[in-house]
């Protein structure tokens, strides 16, 4: 495979996995979560992530932020190898009350 090849698909990769780093961040906030507190209990010996403080702080206000449907952050997250990070999730969508479901995290 060519030099400019081969970085022109690592480039692309770490766009598509900003992008997903950013869809994270922005469902946390839409849903009034800490994106760095759910990203340490999913990865308690890592340091912070600074693709992550990248991404917080490429965000909107839950008001200004689209809607970002639960099933579109577990393939995002999923597609990228964070099956910790998409449990952590999930694990918070149980804990949560029921009545918080449909609007906090479908």
């Not at 403080?53 to 689209?66: I, N, P, Q, R």
Request: with cysteine; glycine share 2%; hydrophobic share 40%.
């Amino acid at each position: 495979m060519e030099k400019n090849t081969e970085k022109h698909i690592i480039d692309m990769y770490k766009q598509q996995e900003n992008g997903m780093i950013l869809i994270f961040a922005q469902w946390c906030i839409n849903n009034d979560l800490d994106p760095f507190e759910l990203y340490q209990q999913a990865y308690p010996q890592q340091l912070p992530n600074q693709a992550l403080v990248e991404a917080v702080e490429l965000t909107v206000s839950k008001e200004e932020a689209d809607h970002i449907p639960v099933d579109i952050l577990f393939e995002a997250l999923q597609l990228f190898g964070n099956d910790d990070l998409a449990f952590v999730v999930a694990e918070l969508m149980e804990k949560t009350p029921k009545e918080r479901l449909p609007e906090q995290f479908d």
